[in-house]
């Protein structure tokens, strides 16, 4: 499986962001696409996913009513729209597969969003 | 704040034992849910390195092992390496309301 993520963003605060994962290779296969950011020298954080499978979304709670998370089958992508940003959501963005174990075994290339005025 | 706590940096010479140590608590570890170990080097994204506790995916050297007791888990890596100098995260599943999948605050590994 390779997951490949949309580009750069360059966002001023207050606005949305909409980043996209496209899969291919063995996609009938992918249980659930997790999205995890990395605020720049910090650490890996859990947003978000959404269960192919069941056709439905689950949040961390401190991203719940900012974070939306959508998919596409026709296109086999995953979107994560992150909204009302703020200087802190500056980061990479990483879309993985989700297994049915929990461990995330394939991850997107990442996509940086800076939020910035 | 993450709610797995790991030690943010060890160190050894190339061909030491290091090990990675991975702190929960009853909602996570403790609750019996699966450890995952990824590394990532830097500049790239994370690579899964242990899943389930103790397995290794296809392609991960042997040197990389993992293992589970009661609310914590640890990573150890044999024969280090200078390729091997990179952040490493654990990460599990959590029940309580903070989350559901939660990563470790990561630690870098240091090859003398």
């Known amino acids: 499986v390779q997951l490949v993520q949309s580009g750069v963003e360059v966002k001023k605060p207050g606005s949305s962001v909409k980043v996209s994962c496209k899969a291919s290779?063995?996609?009938?296969?992918?249980?659930?696409i997790s999205w995890v950011r990395q605020a720049p020298g910090q650490g890996l954080e859990w947003m978000g996913g959404f269960m192919l499978t069941y056709g439905t979304a689950n949040y961390a709670q401190k991203f719940q009513g900012r974070v939306t998370i959508t998919a596409d089958e026709s296109t086999s992508t995953v979107y994560m729209e992150l909204s009302s940003l703020r200087s802190e959501d500056t980061a990479v963005y990483y879309c993985a597969t989700l297994t049915d174990v929990g461990s995330m075994d394939h991850w997107g290339q990442g996509t940086l969003v800076t939020v910035s005025s | 704040h993450s709610v797995l706590t790991q030690p943010p940096s060890v160190s050894g010479a190339p061909g030491q034992r290091v090990t990675i140590s991975c702190t929960g608590n009853?909602?996570?570890?403790?609750?019996?849910?699966?450890v995952h170990w990824y590394q990532q080097l830097p500049g790239t994204a994370p690579k899964l390195l242990i899943y389930?506790?103790?397995n290794r995916p296809s392609g991960v050297p042997d040197r990389f092992s993992g293992s589970e007791s009661g609310t914590s888990a640890s990573l150890a890596i044999t024969g280090l390496q200078a390729e091997d100098e990179a952040d490493y995260y654990c990460?599990?599943?959590?029940?309580?309301?903070?989350?559901?999948?939660?990563f470790g605050t990561g630690t870098k590994v240091i090859v003398l």
């Open positions: 290779g063995g996609t009938f296969n992918i249980y659930a």
């Open positions: 990460q599990s599943y959590d029940h309580s309301l903070s989350g559901r999948y939660v």
């Open positions: 009853s909602s996570n570890i403790g609750a019996g849910y699966d």
């Open positions: 389930g506790d103790t």
